[in-house]
């Protein structure tokens, strides 16, 4: 295995061929597959499958004695196929005690009956493949947090981060009717780097910020969407501080930005795009690319991405690493098929064709759906307990992939673009232009690419070093050598809702497709185009090209003997015929070396048909084969999460008595500050555990993890529920919600100023315990932390009225129905055997003999009836209530 | 007649909102297409008796360019302050934003309202910020001007940029292949953006193309040059689209004679072959290579595209056809089992096991 489960998941895809039991007959009776093994562990059924080697020339079935392959005799299959394809013999010999005749050793392989005995058939000329390969899958993070001493190394979280309350925004975003209306992230950071110049025509250009300020070329259609149809021109410095002066002291903060308080909650607001600029992007921006030079843009360097990222007021985050190759440098090995995507400047090409691909775009390329084993490797653990375990399951899932031979042939024979749905991040250039060409002015640039790629690709399979097969052992018939695989895309899928249905039917939002780039090893996926509040689901795959194999067998012929007697005793060898078993028509070998001992040489009649053998029956056939690179579709981890606010702070309580004959009592309520020690607050109600459940979800926190972070908006209500009975749990207090407090100060529609302090005063009946409690909703009325309850009571004795206020906690809620539910019997009864129960009997043992020989000799206790392995009832009757115990006591012996 | 509007500007940096008061504009549709802006030198904060020319800001609305500034040379205007001249009954405002711009750049947005929705204008002009030039100062300027006009010419002919060419001539056409009959012939190429060129007989031709057809029996070539820094040199090649010779024919490379006018030979390759279209693209474009070099690329051929594509919607069969002339994979060639499905399995793989790792 070469990864380790101590650091990611490892993921084995399989061919259902490759099983005990598939089709693949000859592969079952000989050696190398993959099988299913049961245990029975604990009384629990467990499984899981292991591989039956393949010994070289020690078949399993007891029908062959060897199996030979003659590599020297390889030959190219097909001159007109470009890529590389061969075929060599293989030679089967039978075992003459097992085989029972001629006709025998041709149901073999044909099937048939034989003395009344149906003969399934070894041999067959399907077509299989070979794509077996192994591969990481990171951990998502809430598993890895809930492995104890978790070392993951690989993780991939899908969160969310909530940095900054812009209720206009946030309200007319969440008006709008396409999420691909907000802007981007993406666009919008890149921009940052240019010049914005406007033209008398009411046209803005991007300049390249020189000196010579001059144009670089941008899609429109994007210039129009973040500068607001011309609204806002100035977009190249939106993402700039506006420095704070408080005193002298000039401070900047990423929350105040001219994003923050000019383009978001007003420019943006203010100018909605005209219906042709929107038509535009919410066709553009359904795929968002992220093309080689957009990555290294990005990631390349420094932790611009966070940096800007924090600028914006919220945003769906996915963190991962990408895969790298493995190989034995700590720097890895070199990519190829990345390396010839990028050398070949094939990048954007091939992205735009993958989308086109898996999203099913190409009827001419559209994705080929089949069944592997998929196998998985991992730790798994849960938080509540300390044990981990190693787990490994398998089951048949459906996978998607295309052909990458045909993906190039496909780009080369189609230069012309067949969508215009994508839109590559950053400025315009050639090869971004060239694959949006509709009337082949950019034929070369589109072809070329693909046909060098192409090349580049034949000559890696042409390379026996990198491919090569030569017997059955060597590849297709082992374990240990799976096939190279290599990561070159990635694709984030984002699906409006809960997940319904399959990941490929449901309606998809948005596609993020990005090139696997050698120079970026960390990817932190920033997602601003999202309502605040509304289920997301995130799909996160890779595109792995696998270099595996298709075969197949061909050209069959069995042998027959020469003669009723064909032993040769002189030479220990037999005279055997070969046969076409289909027309039982003579036939010649396969596997003839020019120069052997044969028929043909020693014999003038002797032709290629006949043999001398040491064995009594032979076969031959070709194994015919050729590599196949495969680009597969493999889903990472999916989520489905919303925006949300952190919860506010806890409330501190002050309660007092009006001193007047008012019967009222009062409490002063203070925001307190943020704990970052505190778990997440106590829930009242369904609404409080739902988004006790999304948070938790959204943030990848245990339920013991404490908040990391404190409520951006500010405390709005103050909530206060009021019971006249003592509550069993917090829960209680659901729908006895006696007043919520607007903490928004008056005349302050317009702002987002909200008080942090406020009074509640009641009036209550004198002489009755009434029970408070409360807590604080920020303005997207997510509760905060509960308070103490308050057990008030204002007490009349006849003439004096005072308040007393007692304080409880969660712990105080159970009533203590069961404070003491068992008592230590040791102390008050105690039954021992009698010591004739326990003296040893040694009448029967033998002394003079090893003692372990004669333990079962050994008898425990002289009385005649002894108490072991009985069972006996002690009933214990309390003379004061009359009620009953029953104790029933078995007394076992047990030796230790 | 001109209208003239007259602002009193107190200094040039002090950029701000502006109100215009125009007493003449009673209802005339007239064309607001004209600016003309001098500004007050560098240091004079205020407008004084001894006022010139210099310190105020003159916007011409008038049709021609003579209309302005002169009339109000060496004195402030009574306009400005005389508020007969602002009628009430037609009085209109026009808003003028100024605001800075690139250096030595001011941008002015202006749009004017009016009750009868006349001279409605709003737009954003870029002006001079060091103003207009006295009479001597103007005539040197425009000297000056016109030297960096050509100067800016010929940059501009030193920038990425592509022309349109287009041939044609009678061409003999083999009945049976409907190919061109192979040979080497000369063509004589017509710069679409030179109007003399027309007249060789090419603009009947280019206008049918544009209409997508050419004549039969005629054969219309398109070429490109194409220049890139900082070599002095122009490569011509041939052009994107394929031409008319039938569905059989290789695409035709062409190489330049240098003779004036410019003469081509073409040559009916092979596209495997070491010389050809393919050879000739791939020179075309290994070049380009490098963020200066791409940039440059796609602007000069999203020129030709869209120059030449308004006139590429082939209707007949000897026009610009985009027929694909290079070989084409067909999949029985990509793979020796012919894209045959490997076999389905039906088995059953599912498993699951646990064992403790660690307390």
């Known amino acids: 295995m070469a990864f380790d489960t101590n650091s990611t998941r490892v993921h084995k895809l399989i061919n259902l061929n490759l099983f005990s039991g598939s089709t693949d007959v000859f592969r079952s009776a000989v050696g190398g597959y993959f099988q299913i093994e049961s245990t029975e562990v604990r009384q629990e059924e467990q499984s899981s499958i292991s591989f039956q080697e393949y010994s070289v020339r020690d078949p399993l079935t007891p029908y062959f004695d060897d199996i030979i392959p003659s590599s020297s005799l390889k030959e190219t299959a097909c001159d007109e196929v470009v890529v590389t394809n061969k075929r060599f013999p293989i030679r089967v010999a039978g075992n003459g005690e097992a085989v029972l005749s001629d006709a025998y050793w041709k149901a073999l392989f044909v099937g048939g009956w034989f003395a009344g005995e149906k003969i399934n058939a070894i041999y067959n000329e399907n077509i299989y493949g070979y794509n077996y390969f192994e591969s990481s899958l990171s951990y998502p993070k809430i598993n890895a947090k809930a492995i104890s001493g978790s070392i993951i190394s690989d993780e991939i979280e899908i969160s969310d981060n909530y940095n900054n309350y812009l209720p206009d925004y946030e309200s007319y975003i969440g008006r709008l009717n396409s999420e691909l209306l907000i802007p981007n992230f993406y666009i919008i950071s890149d921009l940052q780097s240019y010049g914005v110049n406007a033209t008398g025509d009411d046209q803005i250009i991007i300049t390249d910020n020189t000196e010579g300020n001059n144009e670089v070329p941008y899609d429109k259609d994007i210039v129009k969407f973040v500068t607001l149809d011309g609204a806002y021109e100035n977009i190249n410095t939106v993402l700039n501080y506006v420095p704070t002066q408080i005193g002298s002291t000039i401070t900047t903060s990423p929350l105040n930005t001219l994003l923050s308080t000019e383009y978001l909650p007003k420019s943006f607001v203010q100018n909605p795009l005209t219906a042709s600029t929107q038509d535009a992007i919410k066709n553009k921006l359904h795929n968002i690319i992220l093309d080689n030079d957009a990555l290294t843009t990005f990631y390349g360097g420094g932790d611009q991405i966070t940096e800007f990222a924090e600028r914006f007021p919220f945003y769906t985050k996915i963190n991962f690493s990408l895969d790298k190759p493995i190989g034995p440098s700590i720097l890895g090995a070199t990519p190829v098929f990345a390396n010839y995507i990028t050398n070949n400047e094939y990048t954007t090409r091939f992205l735009k064709t993958l989308k086109e691909a898996f999203t099913g775009e190409l009827v001419a390329l559209s994705p080929t759906n089949a069944t592997y084993a998929s196998n998985l490797s991992f730790i798994s653990s849960s938080e509540d307990t300390i044990i981990n375990y190693a787990a490994e399951t398998t089951e048949n899932k459906d996978y998607r992939y295309v052909d990458f031979i045909e993906m190039l042939a496909y780009d080369y024979n189609n230069f012309r673009s067949k969508t215009d749905n994508c839109y590559f991040v950053g400025n315009k250039n050639i090869y971004r232009d060239a694959v949006f060409d509709t009337n082949g002015a950019y034929r070369y640039m589109n072809s070329v690419s693909s046909i060098n790629t192409m090349n580049d690709v034949i000559d890696y399979l042409n390379n026996t070093a990198n491919f090569d097969i030569n017997d059955l052992g060597g590849m297709l018939y082992q374990s240990d050598n799976p096939c190279y695989n290599e990561t070159v895309a990635y694709r984030v899928q984002k699906v409006g809702g809960s997940p319904r249905g399959d990941a490929r039917t449901q309606s998809t939002l948005q596609n993020y497709w990005f090139f696997n780039s050698k120079d970026v090893e960390e990817f932190n996926f920033i997602d601003t185009q999202v309502k605040y509040g509304r289920d997301y689901t995130y799909h996160v795959y890779k595109y792995v090209v696998v270099v595996g194999a298709k075969y197949k067998f061909s050209d069959l012929k069995v042998t027959k003997a020469i003669g009723l007697d064909n032993y040769d005793d002189e030479n220990n060898t037999y005279g055997l015929e070969f046969y076409d078993p289909i027309t039982d028509k003579k036939a010649e070998q396969l596997q003839h070396v020019d120069g052997d001992d044969t028929f043909e040489n020693i014999h003038t009649l002797g032709t290629l048909v006949q043999e001398y053998s040491e064995y009594p029956y032979l076969a031959d056939f070709y194994l015919n084969y050729e590599p196949s690179v495969s680009i597969y579709e493999v889903p990472i981890y999916s989520k489905t999460l919303k925006i949300l606010d952190n919860p506010p702070n806890g409330i501190n309580i002050s309660p007092y008595q009006h001193l007047d004959d008012s019967q009222k009592i009062g409490f002063g309520l203070y925001y307190d500050s943020f704990n970052n020690a505190a778990t997440f607050p106590s829930t009242i109600n369904h609404t409080d555990r739902k988004i006790k459940q999304d948070y938790m979800n959204a943030q990848d926190l245990l339920s013991e993890d404490s908040m990391p972070f404190e409520s951006i908006s500010r405390p709005r209500y103050m909530q206060i529920y009021r019971l006249e009975k003592k509550p069993k749990s917090y829960s209680d207090f659901d729908n006895n919600l006696r007043r919520t407090l607007d903490l928004r100060m008056p005349g302050s529609e317009d702002t987002d100023e909200t008080y942090t302090v406020d009074f509640f005063d009641d009036k209550i009946k004198t002489n009755t315990k009434y029970y408070y409690l409360f807590r604080t909703l920020n303005e997207h009325r997510i509760p905060g932390h509960l308070s103490e309850i308050y057990e008030t009571e204002l007490i009349s004795d006849g003439g004096y009225k005072y308040a007393i206020f007692n304080v409880l906690y969660e712990q105080d809620l159970e009533e203590g129905v069961y404070v003491n539910p068992s008592k230590k019997v040791r102390k008050l009864i105690q039954l021992q055997p009698n010591m004739s129960q326990l003296t040893l009997n040694t009448d029967l043992v033998d002394f003079e003999q090893e003692a372990h020989t004669q333990l079962q000799n050994l008898k425990i206790g002289s009385s005649d009836d002894l108490i072991w392995n009985k069972k006996f009832k002690v009933r214990l009757t309390s003379k004061k209530t009359g009620k009953k115990i029953d104790l029933n006591i078995t007394y076992k012996l047990r030796s230790s | ?359």
Request: net charge neutral.
């Open chain 2, 1 to 359: 007649m001109a209208i003239t509007y007259q602002l009193r500007f107190r200094n040039p940096d002090e950029y701000g909102s502006y109100d215009i008061k125009d007493s003449n504009c009673s209802g005339i549709k007239r064309k607001h297409d004209r600016f003309l802006i001098k500004y007050a030198k560098d240091g004079v904060q205020d407008i004084v008796e001894a006022v010139t020319i210099a310190k105020t800001l003159y916007i011409d609305f008038g049709d021609t360019a003579t209309d302005a500034p002169g009339a109000f040379t060496g004195a402030e205007s009574d306009i400005w302050y005389n508020p007969d001249h602002w009628s009430a009954r037609d009085l209109r405002n026009l808003n003028l934003t100024i605001s800075a711009g690139r250096e030595n750049k001011v941008n002015i947005r202006y749009y004017a309202v009016n009750s009868d929705k006349t001279c409605t204008t709003a737009k954003t002009i870029t002006a001079d910020k060091a103003g207009l030039l006295d009479d001597a100062e103007k005539e040197a300027a425009e000297a000056a001007a016109e030297a960096a006009a050509q100067a800016a010419f010929e940059e501009i002919e030193r920038d990425p940029h592509a022309t349109l060419y287009v041939a044609s001539m009678n061409v003999s056409i083999n009945s049976e292949t409907g190919l061109i009959n192979q040979g080497a012939f000369k063509l004589r190429w017509n710069d679409l953006e030179k109007v003399p060129l027309w007249n060789s007989g090419v603009r009947s031709k280019y206008i049918a193309i544009q209409k997508g057809e050419v004549e039969d029996n005629s054969v219309a070539l398109m070429k490109e040059q194409v220049w890139l820094p900082p070599v002095w040199d122009f490569k011509t090649y041939n052009s994107y689209a394929d031409l008319n010779t039938g569905k059989h024919q290789q695409s035709p490379t062409l190489t330049r004679v240098p003779t004036d006018p410019p003469t081509f030979r073409v040559n009916y390759g092979n596209s495997n072959a070491p010389v050809g279209e393919e050879k000739g693209l791939k020179n075309k474009y290994k070049r380009f290579r490098g963020s200066t070099y791409t940039t440059g690329m796609a602007l000069a051929i999203d020129d030709i595209v869209k120059v030449a594509m308004k006139g590429m919607r082939p209707k007949s069969e000897f026009n610009f056809k985009q027929v694909d002339t290079n070989t084409r994979f067909k999949k029985e060639f990509l793979s020796l089992f012919n894209r045959v499905p490997a076999t389905t399995e039906t088995i059953d793989t599912t498993t699951s096991a646990t064992t403790m790792m660690s307390r």
